[in-house]
């Protein structure tokens, strides 16, 4: 019994050692780092223009990839759970492929597809603008690497949903649009937020896809990501530091609050 | 009746359109040059090279993030050395690599591990590379890693409840034969299933391996930054060749993940 | 003595489960830990299978004392509330579990195994899964499981909780006799007054982590140590002032006494049914139910309500009806003493001599 107390000692320190030192440490480094030059320091990397317009570029896009895939996943979740049709499941299995791809491999599909070259390109060309190396194609990167975050989070709420609920908003009267903004709609937004929020911080983080195919001009199609591996690769790691934690503490704050809004859907 | 057809067919566009042609692109991509080309970007020394380096980052990766992986996942849960608020703690922390851009990641490891940190120049005079070697590779994919076995095993270790595990304790059992006769089979499954996602994730990993490596050819370079390496020099068909190879256990992995997921729930 | 418990003490967090509880088990005894939920009777029985450790006092079994041993080498056998059975062995793989893991041999299993199944009745069984088997047959091998390592000690934690009404009662005498014919040392832990009663030897009472009383059934029925436990056991009603009532004058000498009437030791009826109309009180029938297999009958006796049975094979009983009543006894208790007094005025004052 001497023996298996020693071993279960072991095993128990051997585990919290790794968790300590593979995700702790490095988070509380990298905090440290960007302050060890000091506060003013830290706010003049922060305030470069450059990191900020990064930072407020990757938010803007960041945003407007989440509405569409609030729009496009809130869809895709209702037909997958609501509807039986040949090939819901390989549709549903589908869903994954996002986040089964490599994401230079994504960028690298975005790039054939819409670059100038391409059918969809010289068809924006004759509109008048450009997808690749411009806005347009970071804000398909996003999409494209959160797409299954809104579906997935969508489903299972769906699926809960008593069918009694809805039949008893329809014998009361309830037309089935109503039926759907009263009773089902309200049921599914817990899902469809914490899935945007996951989605946003996702796309905030995105690195892979978007470096190949945003052209990355500093100021103008830099997003944050790729402006903190700019930092690292022009030996600035304070700089790419302090974006970093500013990157870090927004993620953490949206990761806290998903789990805050699900832990208060669990206690109901 | 046709509202709902409508939504079923924009719905099987819209995955059309963005999952399914991208796909077919790449693999039209890899044979631009007929098969030979797509033979000649993959079987390049160096593409031959960096996929080794993948398939090793692999292995070691998930081996080393199962067994830690399910272990932490029975203590956060079962184990009565740990408070309640730690565990908790603990539980929140567990989730942090999701929240941690892939290139932050990297810059992390570089920070603590790398030639300018105290630690890192003390391991290079010993005469051991971290960053800029297989090492930081693998510690970074480690983390980025981390949580996806955890999070798969912690539901079910709550929803069997620590009954059968007690049965077995007062039928004599210790915690190895515990785990091994009783547990075990209850999380088989989703354990595979995180090794799986774990697998995929590692294959595609690209933003912190990229910083941690610096990408040395015929060194430290992985598949995915050798697709970002032949981009960026304009080598598209066999930058195209590789990615088809890695899409393509993607893809196969997907269907095995689908697989897993149906035995999970059984 | 077989299992011998001193000042065992547990506390989660702020809550005291269990306060301070000491106990005594001979061999081969049959004993039910009766008390509302919450109040500590499986804090006691996972104590002394080892599952939780107490804060402070002994558990020895035969002379042993086994704090510090863990729930593997106490040589108890536990049956679960949930029965806890393997999901992924067969009734066969469940029962051969204990011993697998002791390293009997083969053969010694087998025949062991065969001996358990033939024992609870599930022959034929033997090769199902649990999600195959009902309720019952579950728990029958939760209960083979247990005893096959040939444990010198039974606990089981509500045994009979999740099982349907009907199949509870033919279980419980199954247990029973199961228990008696093995002569193994028994704990078990129920809220269920009369499953307590029907299979234990003795129960032991606990509230609020307090051991009340421990007895036979009878005993705790009939002299009951405490309020609380004179309450617990069938239904009864309180009565204020109990000296205001007919034969329990005396109680006035103690001021603050309250009453406990059961309603077996009341008697109602019309004044024919009396010898002694003097010893009863006047009341009026408040109300009436039928109760499946009696009358349950509320009077009103001035401002002190009284529930009490009665027969069908009686005249049938109208609200509004003006009946005696007689009170055969009362437990009264006050914050100093308690104890039972018969009704004072029973005692016939003029007994015939001839």
């Known amino acids: 019994m001497l023996r298996s107390r020693w071993w279960s000692w072991g095993f128990r320190s051997a585990v919290m050692l790794y968790f300590v030192l593979l995700i702790v440490f490095p988070i509380l480094g990298i905090y440290g780092q960007s302050f060890s030059d000091g506060w003013a320091s830290f706010v003049d990397n922060l305030t470069e223009p450059l990191a900020w317009k990064a930072v407020m570029l990757t938010v803007k896009l960041a945003i407007i990839a989440t509405i569409v895939n609030m729009a496009i996943g809130t869809m895709a979740g209702w037909v997958l759970t609501r509807y039986r049709f040949p090939g819901r499941k390989l549709l549903n299995s589908m869903v994954d492929l996002p986040f089964a791809l490599p994401t230079a491999v994504v960028g690298l599909m975005i790039l054939l597809l819409l670059g100038p070259r391409s059918a969809v390109g010289q068809w924006a060309d004759s509109l008048g603008f450009t997808i690749l190396f411009h806005e347009p194609a970071i804000v398909v990167a996003m999409v494209f690497v959160t ?13 809960e949903i008593d069918a009694s609920e809805e039949e008893a908003a329809y014998t009361m009267g309830a037309t089935k649009a109503k039926t759907f903004f009263r009773i089902i709609l309200p049921n599914m937004l817990p899902g469809i937020l914490s899935g945007a929020m996951l989605a946003f911080s996702r796309a905030l983080a995105e690195f892979g896809a978007v470096v190949l195919v945003a052209g990355n001009i500093p100021g103008r199609t830099q997003v944050a990501s790729v402006y903190i591996f700019g930092q690292i690769e022009s030996d600035h790691p304070a700089a790419a530091a302090a974006v970093s934690v500013l990157l870090l503490t927004f993620s953490f704050l949206i990761l806290w609050l998903v789990n805050y809004v699900q832990t208060r859907r669990t206690a109901r | 009746m046709t509202m709902r057809r409508l939504w079923i067919g924009l719905t099987f566009v819209l995955f059309g359109l963005l999952l399914g042609v991208p796909v077919v692109r790449i693999a039209i991509g890899a044979f631009d040059g007929g098969v030979q080309g797509f033979i000649d970007g993959v079987g390049r020394p160096e593409a031959l090279h960096a996929l080794m380096m993948t398939g090793i980052i692999v292995v070691i990766v998930t081996a080393v993030n199962t067994v830690f992986g399910v272990m932490l996942a029975l203590y956060l849960v079962r184990a009565n050395w740990l408070g309640p608020q730690l565990k908790r703690l603990l539980n929140s922390v567990v989730d942090l690599p999701f929240a941690v851009s892939p290139i932050i990641g990297g810059l992390m490891i570089v920070l603590l591990l790398g030639p300018d940190a105290a630690l890192g120049a003390l391991l290079n005079k010993a005469g051991i590379d971290i960053v800029y070697a297989l090492p930081g590779m693998v510690i970074a994919t480690l983390f980025v890693t981390f949580p996806l076995i955890i999070r798969e095993v912690m539901p079910v270790l709550q929803e069997i409840g620590a009954s059968q595990e007690e049965a077995a304790h ?23 299933y995180g090794v799986v996602l774990t697998v995929a994730r590692t294959l595609g990993e690209f933003g912190a391996v ?14 995915t930054t050798l697709v970002y390496q032949d981009v960026e020099n304009f080598n598209v068909t066999a930058a195209n060749s590789v990615a088809l190879v890695l899409a393509a256990c993607s893809v196969g992995l997907l269907l095995f993940m689908e697989w897993v997921k149906s035995r999970k729930e059984s | 003595m077989h299992v011998e418990v001193t000042g065992l003490n547990k506390r989660f967090g702020e809550f005291q489960a269990v306060a301070d509880v000491s106990f005594s088990i001979a061999k081969g005894q049959l004993i039910g830990l009766l008390g509302p939920s919450g109040g500590g009777k499986t804090s006691i029985l996972r104590m002394l299978a080892g599952l939780e450790s107490p804060d402070s006092g002994d558990i020895v079994f035969h002379g042993q004392r086994v704090n510090d041993l863990p729930p593997q080498e106490r040589g108890i056998g536990f049956v679960f509330q949930n029965y806890a059975l393997f999901k992924h062995m067969t009734v066969e793989g469940n029962i051969a579990f204990g011993l697998e893991v002791k390293k009997w041999n083969k053969a010694k299993i087998k025949e062991r195994v065969a001996e358990l199944v033939e024992l609870t009745g599930l022959s034929g069984f033997e090769k199902r899964y649990p999600h195959q ?31 349907d009404a009907k199949i509870r009662h033919e279980l419980r005498s199954w ?37 009340e009383q421990k007895g036979s059934p009878w005993e705790i029925y009939k002299d009951p140590k405490t309020p609380f436990v004179a309450g617990f056991i069938g239904e009864s009603t ?39 109309l ?64 018969e009704n004072s005025l029973k005692v016939d004052p003029l007994p015939v001599h001839i």
């Open chain 1, 147 to 159: 797409f299954p975050f809104v579906i997935r989070a969508v489903q299972p709420l769906l699926e």
């Open chain 2, 170 to 192: 007062m039928l004599g059992a210790y915690p190895w034969t515990t785990f091994w006769r009783v547990t075990w089979p209850s999380i088989r499954w989703s354990v595979v």
């Open chain 2, 210 to 223: 990229l910083v941690v490596s610096g990408n040395i050819l015929f060194k430290t370079q992985t598949a």
């Open chain 3, 133 to 163: 088997l009902s309720g019952g047959q579950r728990q029958r091998v939760a209960f083979a499981r247990a005893l096959a390592p040939e444990p010198q000690l039974l606990l089981l934690d509500e045994p009979f909780a999740a099982i």
């Open chain 3, 175 to 211: 247990l029973r006799e199961m228990i008696d014919r093995l002569g193994i040392t028994s704990i078990f832990v129920t809220h269920d007054q009369d499953e307590a009663i029907e299979v234990a030897d003795e129960i032991m009472i606990i509230n609020k982590g307090n051991l």
């Open chain 3, 238 to 276: 309180t009565v204020e002032d109990i000296s205001a009532l007919k034969g329990f004058k005396e109680a006035a000498n103690w001021p603050g006494t309250k009453g406990l009437i059961r309603p077996e030791y009341i008697e109602i009826g019309k004044e024919n049914e009396f010898t002694l």
């Open chain 3, 278 to 341: 003097s010893a009863t009180e006047t009341g009026k029938v408040s109300h009436i139910h039928f109760r499946g297999s009696e009358w349950l009958v509320e009077v009103q006796i001035g401002d002190i309500k009284l529930v009490t049975y009665r027969s069908l094979e009686k005249n049938v009983l109208q609200v509004g009806d003006e009946v005696h009543v007689l009170i055969h006894r009362a437990y009264l208790f006050n914050n100093k003493d308690n104890w039972v007094m």
